[in-house]
């Protein structure tokens, strides 16, 4: 079997007490708390873990802190735990204790790989009428008040040698891509069968290692938008939505988070198989964003913070006639 997903991140933040509100608000539960570390959850169990950067037993960061520190992907079994731990011997950073395995990534970070400890859940999501489907019947669509992510599902780092960290995520843990801006970025998935990306490489034409977001799934596009009205009227700011991506088609909203980077909430991206053939795209605004609201959805007004298009073309890269 391949490994399921993320089980569990952990960052490295000072500022503990804002971290705790921005996580509360955001839709986390506290599973336990101290004065240096803090740990929450999704709704299927995936831990997410804030501890200051004094404490001792963390990993390294690839950039200066608020940043992740290690990434915990789950497998179904520990036979499944055995073969990886046999891939990752040799590899720079390994680590094997009594239930993890783990070694560092050619991009500095800290993998570790354990039995999944997230649980199955069956939230009540929205179903969608179209001309051919009729799938809701009798029954409004749902408006949320906040959110509650279900799971985090993929995590994005800026890197500085995309074919040896892609190469390491295929061949030790895997993976397969999806999708791919050649020499740029590869989305990868966990397994042949699953959501477009659990893992997306990203290397800019300034090339540096770090970390561009962590994305928390939710259950249907209302989620997205009442979570992030929520947050908007607890006073945490867009970088950018909410929006939709052309590629795997997720339905996005994008804030600045006090772990570091941005924080994403997303729906609906698409599901693949074996039979899935990767594509290659050439990045630009109308591939990252097939639309998007820049600053966001005010929670109180409900409108528009502010219109403002990227420096260039956005809809279309198209010169004008
Ligand atoms: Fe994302």
């Known amino acids: ?21 921005f996580l509360g608000d955001w839709g986390l539960s506290l599973v336990s708390e101290s004065d240096h570390v803090l740990v929450h959850q999704t709704l299927n169990g995936c831990k997410v873990v804030v501890a200051d950067p004094s404490q ?12 992740v520190r290690e990434v915990v ?15 990752m011997r040799g590899q720079p950073g390994h680590v094997q204790t009594s239930d993890r395995v783990g070694c560092t990534d050619p991009n500095g970070v800290a993998v570790r790989v354990q039995v999944s400890r997230k649980k199955e859940v069956q939230p009540i999501c929205a179903k969608t009428n179209t001309w051919t489907e009729r799938q809701r019947i009798d029954a409004p669509s749902p408006a ?3 959110a509650q992510p279900i799971d985090v599902g993929h995590v994005v780092f800026f890197v500085t ?22 020499g740029r970025g590869h989305f990868l998935r966990c397994a042949p069968r699953g959501g477009h990306h659990d893992l997306f490489l990203l290397q800019p034409p300034q090339a540096r290692q ?19 009205m929520h947050m908007s009227r607890c006073g945490w700011n867009t970088e950018l939505g909410p929006g939709r991506h052309p590629i795997s088609s997720a339905i996005f909203w994008y804030f600045h988070s006090p772990m ?47 219109a403002q298009a990227p420096g260039q073309a956005f809809m279309t890269d198209k010169p004008k006639p």
């Not at 992907?73 to 891939?87: F, M, P, Q």
């Not at 820049?294 to 409900?302: K, L, P, Q, Y």
């Open 1 to 21: 079997m391949s490994v399921l997903g993320i089980d569990e991140i952990t960052f490295a933040a000072s500022d503990l007490q804002r971290c705790r509100r």
């Open 56 to 67: 001792v037993d963390l990993p390294p960061g690839i950039e200066a802190d608020p940043t």
């Open 73 to 87: 992907w789950g497998v179904e079994t520990t036979a499944d735990l055995e073969r990886i731990g046999k891939a």
């Open 144 to 146: 949320y008040d906040r």
């Open 161 to 182: 040698n995309l074919q040896a960290v892609s190469d390491f995520y295929e061949q030790v843990l895997g993976f397969v891509v999806s999708d791919r801006y050649p």
């Open 210 to 228: 770090g970390l561009n977001h962590v994305a928390f799934t939710v259950r249907d596009v209302h989620e997205v938008f009442g979570g992030g």
């Open 260 to 306: 570091g980077a941005l924080w994403e909430y997303y729906t609906d991206e698409d599901e693949l198989t074996e039979a899935w053939h990767a594509r290659e795209f050439t990045p630009g605004p109308t591939v990252f964003a097939e639309w998007a609201i820049a600053g966001g959805i005010d929670g109180v007004t409900r409108r528009q913070h502010q």
